[in-house]
């Protein structure tokens, strides 16, 4: 049956102020025909969407710029949700495992391609007894650092040839896009060999002046503990662990940065700060004081990531909170007193900024209005008193 493209890729808001969520809505006119999940990928690529959500017997959500939008389509039953399903692990190498995973465990994460279009970060669950899939979509582009907007200390970072590394943020903050062009600018400028640890690999990186190999946690190697394993037999120069996930990955990260390698790697947490303490919780009981050595001593910088929306409404920017290693800070560290890391923040002498510094730097150059500012910000009174004097200084921007 001939699917009607221009209804299909038909988005309806879902996410604006205004909306009457409590009066009863119009009925979707359900179309007598069923699609297959490769219409809806190509309808997530088609209008730029990051995320494909599937559930049975619900409408069909992709998100937009971070926003939330239904599809004007038909609902998919369990028995189209068994087929979407079982099309993705065909797909696998290895589908009996990762079906007896989601069989005994209730979810399971694959990567699935989809050839000429895109690849796709996968979560398959139950929710009420019935499949549901959540894909992300994979830029496979190698970014570089014009295109993100980022601070120019960031790209600085790929100039370490030791140390770590860490780039936190909450899930869907662009941690692994910001890596990617990290690594790329180290493949393109020095001759080394380059290491990734990765659930799955997001970004696909071609031997420039460096040679790449990257591991995919369930395709190359069986588990994220093996691989971590094995990386250090390898002669890593450059080092990139997906993440710092449990008290093994954190170890291995500082052991291989303590032994005069450069590791990369990514934390959730919502600030520089609070991504020092979340470390630290995983410390190894038996080995707390060499590990706190080890991050003192090894840690280059903390960046930390929140996406704003643009103020001509055309995507989003990175809102970067930036931490660089100092004498002070290794002291703080050294000595277990974390709680004055968070003074550190803003000090722009070092190289470092906070968020709010970040949001006032990109409100005064009318890329993000006051609004999302304030709603990103980590002290909005603060913040307010920094908009307002610019406001009162700049005619543009009253």
């Known amino acids: 049956m001939t699917i009607d493209e221009s209804k299909l890729g038909k988005v309806i808001e879902n996410a604006d102020a205004g909306v009457d969520r409590t009066s009863q809505q119009p009925h979707i006119h359900i179309e007598q025909r069923q699609l297959g999940l490769q219409d809806y990928l190509k309808t997530l690529v088609k209008v730029g969407g990051s995320d494909l959500h599937l559930q049975a017997d619900s409408v069909p959500m992709i998100?937009?710029?971070g926003r939330a939008r239904f599809l004007d389509c038909p609902a998919p039953d369990n028995e189209m949700m068994k087929a979407y399903v079982r099309t993705i692990f065909t797909a696998l190498a290895d589908p009996g495992d990762r079906h007896n995973i989601l069989d005994h465990k209730g979810a399971v994460d694959v990567a699935y391609s989809l050839p000429g279009v895109a690849r796709f970060r996968t979560n398959i669950f139950h929710s009420r007894e019935k499949y549901a899939i959540v894909m992300r979509r994979i830029v496979t582009k190698i970014p570089n650092f014009e295109e993100l907007n980022l601070p120019p200390q960031v790209e600085n970072l790929a100039d370490f040839n030791r140390g770590i590394v860490v780039v936190s943020g909450t899930t869907g903050s662009g941690k692994s896009t910001t890596l990617a062009a990290i690594i790329g600018k180290i493949n393109r400028s020095r001759s080394e060999r380059i290491i990734t640890i990765e659930d799955p690999i997001e970004f696909q990186h071609e031997n420039a002046k460096a040679l790449v190999s990257q591991v995919e946690v369930g395709t190359d190697v069986e588990s994220y503990?093996?691989?971590?394993?094995?990386?250090?037999?390898?002669d890593p120069d450059t080092i990139l662990i997906g993440e710092i996930r449990d008290s093994f990955s954190l170890s291995t990260a500082l052991r291989a940065a303590d032994t005069g390698h450069l590791v990369f790697t990514t934390v959730h947490a919502t600030n520089a700060p609070l991504t020092i303490q979340r470390m630290v919780s995983l410390f190894d009981p038996e080995q707390k004081d060499l590990q706190q050595t080890q991050l003192a001593l090894n840690l280059n910088a903390v960046i930390c990531q929140r996406l704003a929306k643009r103020r001509d409404g055309k995507g989003?920017?990175?809102?970067?909170?930036?931490?660089?290693?100092t004498p002070l800070m290794r002291r703080y560290v050294l000595e277990g007193e974390y709680e004055k890391i968070k003074g550190l923040v803003g000090h722009k002498e070092s190289g470092s900024q906070s968020f709010d510094q970040h949001l006032t730097e990109l409100f005064q150059r009318q890329v993000i209005d006051v609004s999302e500012a304030q709603r990103l910000a980590s002290n909005v009174d603060a913040l307010k008193l920094a908009l307002r004097g610019i406001s009162n200084s700049d005619t543009r921007l009253r």
């Open 225 to 234: 503990e093996y691989g971590l394993r094995s990386m250090m037999r390898q």
């Open 63 to 65: 998100r937009v710029d």
């Open 316 to 325: 989003r920017v990175p809102v970067v909170e930036i931490m660089m290693s």
